[in-house]
């Protein structure tokens, strides 16, 4: 399963994020069906909310994450100003009934960057990146 975070830089729409001038609430979701989470960022909004795994986003601030084409759109609307709030619809399985949180926007933790071990080689390496 491919997962994007929310703060981690997918394409220009993330620019803002990576850079720490736009909030995240942190969740991560899966690149292909966007919607739904694949993990929540510890001590983040979203676990204090009580997100997990597995639920699916439904709207953001009341906007049908249905009518949504990117994963690039969905992280443009949760991600916003610091401090600034967003309210999540979920739902959680099959037969749950759908749930309103509002979270605050927080800023991004910093990520350092990958350092290859020094017996690294390339060759290898796996083709496809594990997230």
């Known amino acids: 399963m491919r997962s994007a975070l929310l703060f981690v830089s997918v394409a220009a729409a993330t620019a803002a994020i990576a850079s720490g001038s736009r909030g995240i609430v942190g969740i991560s979701v ?3 069906v966007f919607t739904v989470v694949t993990s929540v960022l510890p001590d983040s ?5 009580g997100i997990q795994v597995g639920d699916r986003v ?5 906007f049908p994450t249905s009518k949504l084409q990117t994963i690039e759109e969905f992280i443009s609307r949760v991600s916003g100003p610091l401090d ?7 739902k959680r399985g099959e037969s ?8 605050r926007r927080i800023t991004p933790p910093s990520q350092t960057p990958f ?4 017996d690294f080689n390339p060759e290898h390496a796996r083709s496809q990146p594990m997230v």
Request: proline share 12%.
């Open 30 to 32: 899966d690149r292909a």
């Open 45 to 49: 909004p979203a676990e204090e909310a």
């Open 58 to 62: 439904i709207a953001i601030g009341g």
């Open 84 to 90: 600034s709030e967003v309210e999540l619809e979920l």
């Open 96 to 103: 749950g009934s759908p749930f309103r949180v509002r979270l």
């Open 115 to 118: 350092k290859p071990p020094g």
